[in-house]
């Protein structure tokens, strides 16, 4: 079956430019993760969705990063203005419910910043 | 502070040998403690879940230790092989929240 996808697999852009990263979870699971990692680092969670919706959003690094959910389904990850320091690769993950559950990650997305 | 610690430094064995890889956590009460490979340029794959009222957990060739009093997982690979090079990362549920705190991950090298 079809695992979690996310696109694009890597993004170059200027600072200053808005990106967009999609995540196409697991179809019927209705948890969704976003996580920051950076080169030698451990994941830093950014959000969660249950459903369509994210009630704690005290993860996302800054203003300038935002999530939404749409139809219990595909996930969108914006980040406004991009900062050298957002280099990273992102990756999502979704699971079929929120607590103790296995999550099935996506291949992530790469991005640079330059 | 809030805290969770995987051995940063690489982890070279011996093919055949038992792997122990040490996660532990300050100033969290997880219900859930998981342990997820991840390999270059990849994004982590689940092994094992283990909950607060559970001692040992095994698959395989994987067994996984909590305990709560010490504040630490253990990992162990037994019969390890070549295969088996990886990092492995441990993650916490942040009891009350839904989020899951990762570990920097330790990488594990088995040597032929």
């Known amino acids: 079956g079809a695992g979690v996808s996310q696109s694009p697999s890597n993004k170059v852009t200027e600072k200053g430019k808005d990106v967009e990263l999609r995540c196409d979870p697991i179809?019927?699971?209705?948890?969704l993760y976003w996580y920051r990692q950076s080169l030698g680092q451990g994941l830093e969670f950014l959000i969660y969705f249950q459903g369509n919706s994210a009630p704690d959003k005290s993860g996302l690094p800054s203003d300038r990063f935002s999530a939404e959910r749409t139809g219990g389904s595909v996930s969108t990850l914006t980040i406004q203005r991009t900062q050298q320091e957002d280099s990273a690769v992102y990756l999502c993950?979704?699971?079929?419910?929120?607590?103790?559950?296995?999550?099935?990650f996506g291949p992530g997305t790469r991005l640079l910043v330059l | 502070s809030q805290k969770i610690e995987q051995n940063s430094e690489a982890l070279n064995i011996q093919e055949g040998k038992t792997a122990t890889l040490t996660c532990n956590y300050t100033?969290?009460?997880?219900?859930?403690l998981q342990w997820y490979r991840q390999d270059p340029g990849r994004g982590p794959v689940f092994l094992l879940l283990?909950?607060?009222?559970?001692k040992e957990k095994r698959k395989e060739r994987l067994k996984v230790t909590f305990d709560t009093t010490l504040k630490q997982s253990l990992f162990h690979i037994t019969a390890s092989q070549p295969a088996d090079s990886a990092t492995y990362l441990c993650?916490?549920?942040?009891?009350?929240?839904?989020?899951?705190?990762f570990g920097t991950g330790t990488r594990l090298k088995v040597l032929a």
């Open positions: 179809s019927g699971h209705t948890a």
């Open positions: 100033n969290y009460s997880p219900a859930y």
């Open positions: 993950a979704s699971s079929p419910r929120l607590v103790g559950e296995t999550q099935y």
């Open positions: 283990i909950r607060e009222n559970e």
């Open positions: 993650a916490l549920d942040d009891s009350g929240t839904y989020k899951y705190i």
